[in-house]
């Protein structure tokens, strides 16, 4: 497993724990807000639970108030990266 | 200055998913020609319990009627409440376009009596089979009673006032209730109903307790009220929703009254003390039928609550004797939940669609499964009868105790 969360995981993780459909591609281009894509504050926790259970990790407390899949990422990658 | 005049409530709209079908129109027809469609119980993990026959819902596809970020984050009792109340919406010709230029006009009412116990099992397992933090978050709303009044109400961004009625069984009754009065108050449009999802495993334990649930195991007999071989009752899921609507503003838009919600009441009497029932109860249909400002003999029809316990049949029908007087042994009373099965807090919603229904076509629908009635009852059984009904009187009592009773008008009728 890489040690980084990549955007194909974080669409996955969006549709599993969100039921939200988003290409990884168009997180890559576009910078839309969680709330415009239909993610939730519930949704998002979701996919925090879920990344710490897969990672064996805490995700940095920030994480569930990220306001874009962007913003989540580069909060959960730079925590990851300092941890390790 | 003249009092302005008082706002009725009207019904716009109706949306059914039931076990005889998911959808109002198929529903009805079903209903209107007695099909019962009770069944041995399938569903996955319910197939070795006590529990033999139910109503269960099995044309409805969750993922054709409701967005995947919804699913998932709800039970099965609230995508039906979700699907229904698109079809009362629907039926009403109340657009996203109408309702998003006035969202505070709408508001939402539902009732439920166990709320999502499939996801609640699902998410449980998790707790105790992983732990913890394998629990979703969606849990904290999902399985709780109160979930579809806040999932329609963020699914169609209404912003009007919303609330949950818990009140037994009988506070489906209650519900419409709640719904009238808040458009009496001023809110334009309610989309108010209840829906159930009891056939999951976990829910169906938690049923197994009650000493009135039916566990014959011939889909036939295993729900028979008011005869001597009533054995108790069948549990169903699925439910209605309506559209409840202030007639002034139904009558601007163009917007067709299928009937008005003319009176109710409820009283309580203790759990499963149905001998008491019997007072409960009719006190609960005086009070309706004072609230309508009508009389016993325009009660064109009585949809029976119909427990399917001796004791509890002997009590409904002396109720409508003490409340209706010489009319109740003469008013076709029906329960088409016969052949469907009660749906705890839909129960009477289902009824209460029916019973408008029944207005629109001028047809009773009959009571599948009952033959040789042992009340002194015009119990409308076999097939159909067709019959004028200007009033409807619906019916619902809950096994914790509550009676309610509820009248229903004929959209067609003037304003008294």
């Known amino acids: ?84 | 200055m003249s009092e302005p005049l008082p706002r009725r409530a009207a019904v716009t709209g109706i949306g059914v998913i039931a076990p005889n079908g998911a959808s109002t129109e198929t529903f009805w027809k079903a209903t209107r020609e007695g099909i019962s469609v009770l069944d041995r119980v399938d569903r996955e993990g319910c197939e070795d319990l006590p529990l033999r026959v139910a109503g269960q819902v099995r044309d409805f596809d969750p993922s054709a009627a409701i967005e995947e970020r919804f699913l998932v984050q709800t039970d099965r009792f609230t995508h039906f409440a979700m699907a229904a109340a698109d079809f009362a919406l629907d039926d009403a010709q109340l657009g996203r376009p109408d309702t998003d230029a006035a969202p505070y006009s709408v508001g939402v009412v539902t009732a439920a009596g166990s709320g999502g116990g499939e996801f609640g099992q699902r998410e449980l397992q998790q707790l105790w089979g992983k732990g913890s933090r394998y629990v979703g978050p969606y849990q904290s709303i999902a399985w709780f009673y109160a979930a579809s009044t806040g999932q329609i109400s963020i699914r169609r961004g209404f912003k009007g006032p919303c609330s949950v009625v818990a009140a037994d069984e009988a506070g489906g009754l209650d519900a419409l209730a709640h719904a009238a009065r808040a458009v009496r108050r001023g809110t334009d449009v309610i989309v108010a109903g209840a829906t159930e999802a009891p056939i999951a495993p976990y829910s169906v334990v938690c049923q197994l307790g009650y000493d009135e649930l039916s566990t014959v195991d011939e889909p036939s007999r295993a729900y028979r009220p008011f005869t001597s071989a009533a054995c108790g009752f069948v549990p169903a899921e699925g439910g209605a929703m309506l559209v409840v609507e202030a007639d002034a503003t139904a009558r601007a838009r163009g917007a067709r009254v299928q009937a008005y919600l003319a009176g109710h009441a409820a009283t309580f009497t203790g759990a499963s003390r149905w001998e008491e029932s019997r007072e409960g109860l009719a006190q609960a249909v005086r009070q309706a039928l004072e609230e309508a400002e009508c009389a016993p003999e325009e009660i064109d029809v009585v949809f029976a609550d119909a427990l399917g316990v001796p004791a509890a049949d002997r009590a409904e029908a002396l109720a409508i004797a003490d409340a209706l007087g010489a009319h109740g042994t003469r008013v076709p009373v029906t329960a088409p939940k016969t052949g469907i099965g009660r749906g705890y807090c839909a129960a009477p919603l289902m009824d209460a669609a029916a019973a408008v229904l029944a207005m629109e076509h001028g047809v009773i629908p009959p009571t599948p499964n009952v033959f040789d009635i042992c009340h002194d009852l015009d119990l409308v059984t076999g097939r159909a009868r067709p019959a004028e009904v200007r009033t409807a009187l619906v019916l619902s009592r809950g096994l914790m105790g509550s009676n309610s009773a509820l009248v229903l008008r004929h959209g067609a009728t003037d304003a008294s």
């Open chain 1, 1 to 84: 497993m890489t040690d980084r969360i990549t955007v194909e995981e974080l669409a996955e993780l969006m549709k599993k724990s969100a039921g939200v459909t988003v290409a990884p591609e168009e997180l890559r281009r576009d910078d839309a807000g969680f709330d415009r894509l239909g993610v939730d504050s519930l949704g998002l926790l979701g996919i925090v639970g879920e990344l710490e259970n897969r990672y064996g990790t805490p995700m940095p407390p920030d994480a569930e108030r990220s306001k874009s899949p962007r913003q989540f990422l580069d909060l959960v990658n730079s925590a990851l990266l300092t941890g390790a």
